[in-house]
């Protein structure tokens, strides 16, 4: 069973910066692509990004802009979402999340528990 522990989110003035961690288990980070979605209460969750298994593929949704990176942590099982200049539209709770298989393509059926994200001066 995969599991993902999120950690590093919480309250940020507009143009501020955050990184969100996400430890993973149960499954290789380095062979099964790895997500990050965001969803505010009564809105469908979206995502943010996805980091492929296929080395130097990440896809991010058309709204970061620029602004956020995913990157796999040099420690084994470790996520990250640096996320720049920061916006109250970015407020939301962040997910860890994996597909059912192993590509950014495939549909996320496994998710962490979430992390606060607040950006608002």
């Known amino acids: 069973q995969f599991q993902f522990v999120e950690s590093g989110g919480g309250l940020v003035q507009p143009g501020g910066s955050l990184r969100l961690s996400c430890i993973v288990s149960?499954?290789?980070?380095?062979?099964?692509?790895t997500g990050w979605f965001r969803q505010v209460p009564g809105k469908e969750r979206e995502r943010v990004a996805c980091?492929?298994?296929?080395?130097?593929?990440?896809y991010y949704g058309k709204f970061v802009k620029g602004r956020f990176t995913a990157t796999r942590g040099d420690a084994k099982g470790t996520v990250y979402l640096q996320m720049n200049n920061l916006m109250p539209d970015d407020t939301a709770v962040y997910y860890c999340?994996?597909?059912?298989?192993?590509?950014?393509?495939?549909?996320?059926?496994?998710w962490g528990q979430g992390t606060q994200v607040t950006v608002s001066s």
């Open positions: 999340a994996a597909p059912n298989r192993s590509s950014c393509h495939n549909p996320f059926d496994q």
């Open positions: 149960g499954f290789s980070s380095e062979r099964h692509a």
């Open positions: 980091i492929s298994s296929s080395p130097g593929s990440t």
